[in-house]
């Protein structure tokens, strides 16, 4: 089947595939997709992304990254000026790049900490751009956070996002019924009705953070007014909510000569949920300055849920004075996670950093703990 059959659509069941491509993303990044039947012959890419587009029922799916504490603003707005007095992210993800239209996602984040270290602001501003559909979305969020010591070595931290985005399709890249000759041909414009207006739409989302030097425990929801983002037919973005945990063993633990050393081990825990799709991560990383590498592993079997996929997510990570570069390749583990063929994340940050004034920038958050998550 060539991609242009793939593409084939017709107006009228546009809208129920631009549903359907929802729920598909959501499916496909949640890892929920089950298992073939071994009898099952191998399906050809062009079907496959036609099928996802168009088999499931409606619904919206939110971003995935594969360093959760990369775009640790995405995951909880409390993260806003947990890890640095200022930074700037970029990160880059692609994925299932042998599917005919692949999953991009971009996102722009920062967030600065004040002088009183209670108050942190943050900006976030997503484009992810997902399938053969030319589906789009941007979004752009502010984020408020409050921090607060609740004893010598407990801190807790409260985080809220209002996000402004739009969705829109592009039929640039879809061929109708009616344009095709008979010997397959393309020609004449189509005649069908397209007349898919962009979509806008505001979302509100909430976090807590309670972390000491050694845990964390986050706890997020987002989209708390589940919008309408349906382009001719109602379909609400549901609710996400996030838990993740983990806890930092130190080995080594010393500051010399305004250079920081760390040797250290940690465990991460982390579950999201998102209409009718979840997820649960089993996480390691491991770090000597100013290298980190982790593995996380996606795919823990849930209660009542069907059996996922199962991908291994190889993380490296590298910490350079005020530079920090981080990259993750998922891995698939299962026959059609292997099949669409993993992905590639990149992720660039710059962070307040000055040698000179590492030790006063410590003595000003000498009041709260160490942050104890991983960087990437």
Not at 55 to 72: E, I, V
Not at 81 to 98: E, I, K, M
Not at 272 to 301: D, F, I, K
Request: with cysteine.
């Amino acid at each position: 089947m060539s991609k242009k059959f793939s593409n084939l659509v017709s107006a009228k069941n546009l809208d129920r595939a631009l549903g359907a491509v929802g729920r598909s993303f959501i499916t496909l990044r949640m890892g929920q997709i089950g298992r073939r039947n071994k009898g099952t012959r191998t399906l050809r890419q062009p079907l496959l992304a036609g099928a996802l587009a168009l088999a499931l029922p409606a619904a919206a799916q939110d971003l995935y990254f594969a360093q959760p504490y990369a775009s640790r603003l995405h995951q909880n707005p409390a993260f806003a000026g947990f890890l640095d007095d200022a930074s700037v992210t970029l990160s880059y993800r692609n994925q299932f790049p042998t599917l005919a239209g692949t999953f991009q996602t971009s996102q722009l984040a920062a967030d600065y900490r004040f002088e009183d270290q209670h108050n942190a602001v943050g900006l976030l501003v997503n484009h992810d751009r997902t399938g053969g559909l030319g589906y789009t979305r941007f979004e752009v969020g502010g984020i408020y956070a409050y921090h607060t010591r609740l004893t010598k070595t407990l801190a807790l931290s409260g985080g809220l996002r209002a996000s402004y985005g739009n969705q829109r399709i592009s039929y640039g890249n879809l061929v109708f019924g009616d344009q095709l000759s008979e010997d397959g041909s393309t020609s004449m414009p189509t005649r069908e009705l397209i007349d898919f207006k962009p979509v806008n739409y505001a979302s509100v989302g909430v976090g807590m953070l309670l972390y000491s030097e050694n845990f964390w425990v986050s706890l997020a929801g987002q989209h708390l007014n589940q919008p309408d983002i349906g382009f001719q037919t109602q379909a609400s973005l549901p609710l996400r909510y996030e838990l993740s945990t983990g806890y930092k063993h130190y080995f080594v633990r010393r500051t010399e000569k305004q250079q920081y050393r760390e040797i250290s081990l940690t465990p991460t825990v982390h579950y999201v949920r998102q209409g009718g799709s979840e997820r649960a991560e089993l996480g390691l990383y491991g770090t000597v300055t100013p290298l980190t590498l982790g593995l996380v592993y996606r795919g823990v079997p849930l209660p009542g849920a069907p059996k996922p996929q199962q991908i291994l997510t190889a993380i490296a990570g590298l910490t350079v004075g005020a530079f920090r570069v981080g990259y993750a390749y998922d891995i698939g583990l299962s026959a059609l996670s292997a099949e669409l063929g993993g992905a590639h994340e990149i992720s660039l940050s710059l962070r307040a950093f000055d040698s000179l004034d590492a030790a006063w920038r410590r003595l000003k958050r000498q009041n709260y703990p160490a942050p104890p998550c991983p960087a990437f």
